[in-house]
C-alpha cells in the first residue's frame, strides 16, 4: 500500500543520528518493514530543538521505499504564542499544496494535533476520496481551556470557537479515530457526534525494544553523579508541566 503518514512535530529519523522516535516514527518503521510505500509529510520546523532542519521544501530518502517530505515553516520560538498559530496554518496550506503533486495514495494518517494538519487531511480525504485515520495524542483544544485562568475561562472559551469547530469536522469525517487511550476516542467520537465503529480503537504509547548500549549507559550514569544522584538514591518525578507545552 501507499501510506502517507501526516505530523508536523514529532522527532525524525533524519534529526540525529541516535533519535528517540515517537508514534508516528515507530509506525512509519513498522510500516515500512511490512512492505509498504511510506512518504511521512511534515515541516522544516524542528519543534523541540526550535530551529529549522531546512530552509526550503525538502524530500529525504531514508530507505528505499520510505520517505520523508518536508513543507516550509515559519517557525517559533516559544509554544505558547500566536506565531506558533500562525506556523501551523503555514504548514497545513503548504501541505495542501504539496499533495497536488503526489500521486494518490491508498490511506492517509493524520495525527491530531496539530488541529490544522489533521483538517487538511481530513478535506484532502474527501476531495480525493481517500480513507483517513486521525490518530489523536492530545486534546485540543480542551487543553488550553485548562491553561486558562478560571476568570479568564469564558474568554478562552470565545477564542476557542473556531478551532472547535474544525475539530468536530476533522472527527465527524475522519474515516477512522484512533488514540493512546479508550477515554479519548471516546472524547473524539462524542465532539463529533457519529457512532463509533469497530474501527475506532485505542493503540497505547510504546517504545522501542533496543537495550541501551554500555557507553549511553555510561554516559546517563556520569550525567546524573555530577549532580549528586546516585544508584541508591530513593527519586520521585512528577510531571507538572501541562501537555500543551510539552507536545
Known amino acids: ?6 505530523n508536523t512535530w514529532e522527532t525524525l529519523p533524519i534529526d540525529a543520528q541516535s533519535v528517540r522516535l515517537r508514534r508516528t516514527g515507530l509506525l512509519a518503521k513498522a510500516l515500512h518493514d ?8 511534515t515541516s522544516t520546523f524542528n519543534h523541540q530543538r526550535k530551529k529549522m532542519r531546512f530552509q526550503s521544501k525538502t524530500i529525504v530518502e531514508v530507505e528505499e521505499g520510505y520517505r520523508i517530505v518536508a513543507v516550509p515553516a515559519l517557525g517559533y520560538s516559544r509554544n505558547l504564542s500566536l506565531r506558533r498559530v500562525v506556523d501551523h496554518s503555514h504548514v497545513a496550506k503548504n501541505l495542501e499544496e504539496s499533495w497536488n503533486h503526489e500521486p494518490k495514495p491508498h490511506v492517509v494518517v ?14 484532502f480525504g474527501a476531495k480525493s476520496n481517500v480513507p483517513v485515520i ?21 474568554l478562552m472559551q470565545l477564542a476557542l470557537v473556531p478551532l472547535n469547530r474544525k475539530a468536530n469536522e476533522v472527527f465527524r469525517n475522519a474515516t477512522v479515530l484512533t488514540a493512546h487511550g479508550p477515554a479519548v476516542v471516546d472524547w473524539a467520537i462524542k ?28 554516559n546517563a550514569e556520569r550525567f546524573w553523579h555530577d549532580r549528586g544522584i ?15 507545552w510539552t507536545v
Request: glycine fraction near 2%; proline fraction near 8%.
Open 110 to 123: 493524520a495525527s491530531y494535533p496539530t488541529i490544522d494538519a489533521a483538517y487538511a487531511a481530513m478535506k
Open 191 to 218: 465532539r463529533s457526534g457519529r457512532e463509533k465503529t469497530a474501527y475506532d480503537q485505542y493503540f497505547a504509547m510504546s517504545y522501542p525494544n533496543i537495550p541501551p548500549s554500555h557507553s549511553e549507559l555510561a
Open 134 to 154: 486521525v490518530d489523536i495524542v492530545d486534546q485540543w483544544p480542551d487543553t488550553f481551556l485548562d491553561l486558562a485562568p478560571s476568570s479568564l475561562r469564558w
Open 34 to 41: 511490512k512492505g509498504h510505500e511510506v512518504t511521512w509529510f
Open 1 to 6: 500500500m501507499q501510506v502517507w503518514l501526516v
Open 230 to 244: 546516585r544508584e541508591t538514591d530513593f527519586l520521585v518525578a512528577f510531571e507538572v508541566a501541562p501537555v500543551w
